[in-house]
């Protein structure tokens, strides 16, 4: 193996970031998307192959990302191929199994200076958690020619590394910050409970507890029980109601859990029920959303992000209680 001097190797190095940086092969214009969220995917095809236009472009769907529904571009004609999934994932209407595996763009022709967008959107389920990578493998025909945009970064390697890569996108957790009326798109289903709304108020610095809030629904005929919630900063967490007994307002720990009864909707909230979740290791900032746990008896541990709204806000859209309870 030949050896190169150091200032050449800089140099090729150089050469090899800036090359990639610049012509960026085939990419997606979105970077980032979240679990359980629909993902418009925008493939970028920045040149042909060798001074060809480019022809034909084929994505394939990986497993995890449902539902996928390519939109038909003027020029190109537009295939879809369909198969099943290797599980099943819940979507709108129910679970689905199967779907689209590959989208295929052809019969156009893109000059090799030009470039242009294949847009398809999907579903990204609940496959991936934050910090993961999904990759999108590309094939690009030519009039003479052709790219698989196919490789995947091994462990440690970055993407930049490589010859061909397969366009990804970075999963990161959703930052979505729900309206008190609470919008359906914010609703988790977890059996015959419908979960709304979680959120909290960020504390000060140096606080010890916070107040966690959510509205919860059961549409089954059977009695569940919230048992329990847990967030990472916190050391517990449990369930408390609250009283005013003499003009003072009194917390207690709802032995048993809280129950909710068939068809009833329970809902805690600043000056009654709530979650309190003590020894905190960090204080929750407003804006910042916390993803946690919810136990209930039947339903099971249920996973939820709480939005975290302003200091002393009376509802999760962030208004501010002048009466602001102190207590938490
Ligand atoms: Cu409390």
Known sequence: MHRMPRAELYAALALTLSTSAAFAHVTLERREASPNASYRAVVQVNHGCSGQPTTRVSVTIPEGVIGAKPMPKPGWQVATEKGPYARSYPHFHGDIREGVKTITWSGGSLPDDHVDEFTFIARISDAFSPGSTIYFPVEQDCASGSYAWTEVPAAGQTAQALKSPAP?????????????????????????????????RATPSGAKVAGGYVRITNTGKEPDRLTGA???????????????EGGVMKMAVVEGGLTIKPGETVELKPGGYHLMFEDLKGAPKAGEPIAGTLTFERAGTVAVTFAVAPIGAKGPGGSTGSSGHQHH
């Open 168 to 200: 990804g996108v970075t999963i990161v957790a959703a930052r979505s910050t729900p309206k008190v009326t609470g919008s359906s798109a914010a609703t988790i289903k977890a059996g015959d409970l419908s979960i709304e709304t979680p959120w909290m």
């Open 230 to 244: 847990a967030i990472p900063m916190a050391g517990s967490g449990s369930i408390h109601s609250m009283s005013v």
